[in-house]
């Protein structure tokens, strides 16, 4: 999710969360049958949902207190709604401990348990690396006082990873979230340095690339100090030709992902439009890492677009993974989380749209 804002403004109270009057459900239905993907047709494979908690916390925290991976009955719930793909944040610091050092075994313990889990549940695992393109609050490839995060350091962090998860099919590696304080320039040279080592493992797992401004799709296209990401991205040099770019696109005022409201669910949908037709222009492939809402309608129905403009543009997208399910969201207004047995308002819009990954072929 967007680093922009922790703070959320002007809830509604948990009863207008959840009550949906039944001219807007009618309504809904209306727009759910106009843009419901056909199961026949459809090769898109990875749809579902990120399931946080492993990213909680500080650098330095406590498994099991301070943050916390997927539980069997979350993951139980994952595979039974038909979604095949979760994205699953963690955090770099907790799995290499100092740059350029070894993995920490208790910590890639708990990562690969996580992805043996859901793997077993039939669900791919995107491995989020969930940092903002920094370590320790210093970003990658800014020299500072304190210290210094080149872009051969992430590189190394993806080779030692890489190599965990090679010929595993169901593991994707998700290169860095929402990249932010940092130029399309300095990000690009940080992943083409960690695909570049990826491959070096002989892995050929499929690769996440996304871009700088919080991998936002509509600021995909706008002018950086050396460039846009439109600019810089398409000349990504991948030598097993199997990676996709991934962006984030959020509905509220400002496309934080922190608002109560949808009012811009048409100016998102005008973003995702503009990058499809980059994306067919150079023949490259696009994921929609996070998208999300409250229970508000205008973010029901908006969550409901988005969705099914992906499904419908599956020339080029390769599915979507919606924000946020997770053990520990308690009443978080963007939860996917069920409430005990009970799907939330989010969810039961979301669930028309997965499909289970039905005639997927490989990305």
């Known amino acids: 999710m967007t680093g922009q804002s922790s703070t959320f403004q002007a809830f509604p109270t948990a009863n207008q969360r ?33 399931i946080s908690g492993a990213e909680f916390g500080g650098p330095d925290g406590k498994a099991g207190t301070d943050y916390t991976y997927p539980s069997d009955a979350t993951l139980d719930w994952a595979a039974a709604r038909n979604m095949a793909v979760i994205r ?3 955090r770099w610091e ?43 609050g210093e970003k990658i490839g800014q020299k500072t006082d304190t210290g210094n995060v080149p872009p051969e350091a992430l590189a190394d ?5 890489a190599s965990e998860f090679s010929g ?28 570049t080592a990826i491959r070096q493992t002989g892995a050929d797992n499929l690769v996440l690339v996304p871009g700088t401004i ?27 030709n199997r990676f996709a770019f ?53 973010c029901l129905s908006g969550l409901m677009e988005m969705a099914g403009f992906v499904n419908e543009n599956r020339d080029v997208w390769i599915g979507w993974t919606a924000w946020a399910a997770g053990d520990w969201w308690g009443d978080y207004p963007l939860s996917l989380q069920p409430v005990g047995r009970i799907d939330r ?17 490989r990305p």
């Open 168 to 195: 595993n099919e169901k593991a994707v590696y998700g290169l860095m979230n929402e990249p932010a304080g940092i130029t399309a320039q300095s990000w690009f040279e940080a992943a083409q340095a960690a695909v």
């Open 157 to 161: 962090f993806w080779r030692r990873l």
């Open 246 to 298: 991934e962006f984030h696109q959020y509905m509220d005022e400002d496309f934080s992902g922190t608002k109560a409201d949808c009012p811009r669910v048409s100016d998102a949908v005008a973003a995702l439009s503009s990058v499809t037709e980059w994306l067919r222009q150079h023949d490259f492939k696009g994921f929609l890492g996070e998208f999300g809402g409250t229970s508000a309608p205008d």
């Open 94 to 136: 907790r799995l290499q401990t100092r740059l350029n050092g070894a993995l920490d075994q208790d910590e890639l313990s708990r990562l690969k348990d996580t992805v043996e889990r859901a793997n077993r549940r039939g669900l791919t695992v995107i491995l989020d690396l969930h940092n903002y393109a920094e370590y320790r």
């Open 18 to 50: 959840t009550v949906f009057p039944c001219l807007a459900i009618l309504g809904l239905a209306l727009l759910l049958a106009m843009v419901s993907p056909s199961r026949g047709q459809d090769s898109v494979c990875l749809r579902g949902v990120n």
């Open 214 to 240: 919080w991998s936002g799709a509509s600021h995909w296209f706008e002018e950086q100090d050396g460039g846009s990401n439109a600019d810089l991205f398409e000349r990504l040099s991948d030598p097993a």
């Open 345 to 361: 308002p989010q969810f039961k819009v979301l669930e028309p749209f997965l499909a289970g990954g039905i005639g997927c072929g």
């Open 88 to 90: 699953l944040p963690f």
